[in-house]
């Protein structure tokens, strides 16, 4: 079993930055694929990011690429979300995800384990 703890969201003007982090324990691997997540009210969970592991291959929605960055240590066993430029459509409720294996990272339920997300919200 994996548990996954995110923290770092908040409130924040738009234009600004946030970074999160997500810190796994229990039976981790450093093989795992992790990525993040978002869920708006009313809206759909919709991928974010991810990265996998040998090598550090990652990959972002379109919507968010050039602006967020995924990173991960894997001596501290965390993944770490930095997010700029921020906008009010970012709002949402962040989550991070993981599993052990890469093809169609940014499919929700292929996702094995879940933290309970982080809450983003960008002001206009």
């Known amino acids: 079993q994996v548990q996954l703890v995110e923290s770092g969201g908040g409130l924040v003007q738009a234009g600004g930055s946030l970074r999160l982090s997500c810190a796994a324990s229990?039976?981790?691997?450093?093989?795992?694929?992790m990525a993040w997540f978002r869920q708006a009210p009313g809206k759909e969970r919709e991928f974010v990011a991810a990265i996998t592991s040998p090598g550090d291959s990652t990959y972002y929605a379109n919507s968010v690429k050039g602006r967020f960055t995924i990173s991960r240590d894997n001596a501290k066993n965390t993944v770490y979300l930095q997010m700029n430029s921020l906008k009010s459509e970012d709002t949402a409720v962040y989550y991070c995800?993981?599993?052990?294996?890469?093809?169609?990272?940014?499919?929700?339920?292929?996702?094995?384990?879940w933290g309970q997300g982080t809450q983003v919200t960008v002001s206009s």
């Open positions: 229990g039976r981790t691997s450093s093989s795992y694929a």
């Open positions: 995800a993981a599993r052990p294996t890469t093809t169609r990272l940014n499919i929700p339920s292929l996702y094995n384990y």
